[in-house]
């Protein structure tokens, strides 16, 4: 995904800069560029595709300065050319960003409506675009930032370079991940520690909310309101080339709070926001000669596929057949020329979804992958390739690849209706629009629930076992409940589909079984209820996962009621895996067990 580097330095920093962003590359990037100072000018030079297409635009035509700032590109707005391509300049000003900006849309009109003209269809030339604004009717750059960062919604990370303040960059985070790093008489900023590594010997980690100041003798941070915040320096060691946790205890701590960045890049590369569609691919697949959908995979990935098959069923009335990959490989599905076949793993190495694979080519089937990893065995064997782009993924328990993965089939659902003309435009429109709205939902979430899921995970630690249900897609979504609670705690846990309680489940509800219900005021609310009520009168514990309209519905008394935003039933999976990430999350800190690396599993299974 994107990468964003800066430098406030005493010497020339084009070199640097773009050997940071090479540092970046495990990120994914489909074009880069470099502003810098350089005698009193902003001076700019950009590349679609790979860093060497840059190294040679820089060779041809050089810049020189101590100031800079540089960028790859993942392409959310705007196809990956020269001039979407960051930094972004307006006046005065230049820009990188990670993220989505949201209401770039109503913000762009509004510009447009003062005479304002755009050079490139993404949504970070309206920040550029608004701080030149600001700037023109007399607010100084600090400023003009803090009105800025009170205008935007969405996730971000912003570094922002003035003309008139050369030795100067601002940073803002919300959502996507931003470092500072201390050196010598320099600083520097970027959005992994593994590309400050061999220049800073201390870092501080923005935090969500953060604007920071930076100079070449240091930084000073406050909220965007204006009010001083101190960030604490850590040392920077040769280490952090590799991935680094951040301020989080753990890589699945962190993981879980990148989702609003990494799904934004999903969604960007699977949706035209700015058409309100599913984005048109050049795959070879035609969902309109498709007949019959089959997916494989395992563990976590499977889940992600049961949900996909709610969605593609009722989008793109596509019959959808799933297994888990090892018992597919060996039920010796009939499979004809007209049957599409995906398969999801996040490392792309995981042996029974690779032999599913190989069994379906073999009969003819065309096949996709969807996958983490590009280069990986199934990415390389399938016919067509769906990357999740989730970045690298440390811990064992699947968080962020899931809610990816999640992202990518809701958009593919979207993409089948719209070829199978099962999908009005207005119907496409409007549930592309709600993806839109996800990484902000997803941001809201996290820093809404998790003290209350703290303190309910002390409490759930002390329990042996564990009952999750759902209906609809809540269903797939109380099994990865289960799944995720029982991988790291050790704490048995099962998911059912709320229907099924009375046909045997329920012979298991007494004060002693903690039962966590995942309902959001969807079409099958009410019936879940109903099964809440049955629970409540076996004295059993009940954990309500809903939302302000399910809670308002819902006077039933609870061991904890959790209450997300209200939002459509399309994109709720995504949002509600949040609190049964966390929830298992906490309530393995609480019993000591290691949440990274849970006894007994390993990150890709590449064995039978």
């Known amino acids: 995904m994107c990468g964003i580097v800066g430098i406030v330095g005493v010497r020339p920093v084009a070199g640097r800069l773009v050997d940071a962003l090479k540092r970046l590359e495990y990120r994914g990037y489909d074009s880069a560029g470099i502003a810098v100072i350089e ?15 840059l190294r040679i635009c820089l060779a041809d035509d050089p810049v020189d300065g101590v100031t800079g700032i540089a960028h790859t590109r993942w392409a959310t707005h705007g196809v990956p050319n020269e001039a979407n391509a960051h930094p972004h300049i307006a006046g005065d000003v230049a820009v990188v960003h990670n993220g989505i900006i949201e209401n770039f849309a109503e913000l762009r009109a509004e510009l447009t409506a003062k005479g304002v003209s755009f050079s490139s269809d993404t949504d970070t030339e309206v920040v550029a675009r608004l701080l030149d604004d600001y700037r023109s009717n007399g607010m100084a750059p600090r400023d003009a930032v803090l009105a800025m960062l009170q205008r935007v919604s969405g996730a971000f990370a912003l570094v922002i370079l003035f003309k008139d303040r050369p030795d100067t960059l601002f940073v803002a985070r919300y959502g996507p991940p931003l470092a500072i790093g201390h050196g010598e008489d320099e600083m520097y900023v970027g959005s992994d520690a593994i590309a400050l590594a061999p220049l800073a010997t201390g870092i501080s980690y923005l935090e969500d909310g953060d604007m920071a100041i930076i100079d070449r003798d240091g930084a000073v941070f406050c909220d965007f309101a204006g009010e001083p915040v101190r960030r604490q320096r850590q040392p920077l060691q040769l280490s952090a080339m590799l991935i680094d946790k951040g301020n989080h205890r753990h890589f699945m701590e962190k993981e879980i709070f990148d989702q609003p960045e990494v799904i934004s890049h999903t969604l960007g590369r699977y949706c035209d926001f700015a058409a309100e569609r599913s984005a048109v691919a050049d795959d070879g697949i035609d969902f309109s000669k498709i007949s019959r959908l089959t997916i494989a995979a395992c563990g976590t990935a499977y889940l992600s596929g049961l949900i996909g098959k709610y969605w593609i069923e009722r989008y793109a009335r596509l019959p959808v057949e799933i297994d888990v990959a090892s018992e597919f490989r060996y039920r010796e ?11 999801i793993s996040q490392s792309g190495e995981t042996a029974d979804t690779l032999a599913s694979l190989r069994y379906c080519k073999e ?18 064997e399938a016919d067509a390739v769906f990357p999740i782009l989730a970045g690298p993924e440390i811990s064992v328990a699947s ?15 979207l993409r089948a209706g719209r070829e199978r003309g099962t999908l009005s435009p207005a119907d496409e429109k409007e549930l592309v629009h709600a993806l839109s709205e996800v990484p902000r939902l997803m941001s809201q979430v996290l820093h809404a629930v ?39 705690t050790y704490i048995h846990a099962e998911g059912y589909a709320a229907g099924e ?12 079984m903690p039962v966590i219900v995942i309902a959001p005021h969807d079409r099958f609310f009410e019936k879940t209820v109903s099964n809440m009520q049955e629970v409540a009168a076996r004295d059993g514990k009940i954990v309500f996962i809903t939302d302000e309209s399910g809670a308002r519905a819902s006077e039933l008394k609870t061991m904890q009621t959790i209450v997300l935003p209200d939002m459509p039933e399309f994109i709720a999976p995504m949002v509600f895996s949040l609190p049964i990430q966390l929830l298992a999350y906490h309530t393995a800190v609480f019993m000591g067990t290691d949440a990274d690396q849970p006894r007994n599993l390993a990150k890709a299974v590449t064995v039978e």
């Not at 009969?363 to 390389?380: D, E, H, M, P």
């Not at 998790?450 to 042996?464: C, M």
């Open 501 to 512: 309680l009375k046909h045997g489940p329920i012979a298991l509800i007494d004060e002693n």
């Open 333 to 343: 599905l009939p499979i004809s020329d007209d049957t599409l076949a995906l398969f």
């Open 363 to 380: 009969q003819g089937a065309k096949t996709g992958a969807l996958v983490n990893v590009t280069g990986s065995t199934i990415a390389r």
């Open 39 to 53: 005698e009193s000018e902003l001076v700019r030079r950009r590349a679609p595709g790979k860093l060497e297409n």
């Open 399 to 413: 968080t962020k690849a899931f809610t990816c993965q999640l992202a990518l089939m809701a958009s593919l659902a």
């Open 450 to 488: 998790q003290p209350q899921i703290e303190k309910l995970s002390r409490e759930l630690s002390h329990f042996h076992h564990v009952l999750y249900l759902g209906r609809g897609t809540s269903f797939p979504l109380a099994m990865e409940g289960a799944l995720k609670l029982k991988e790291i």
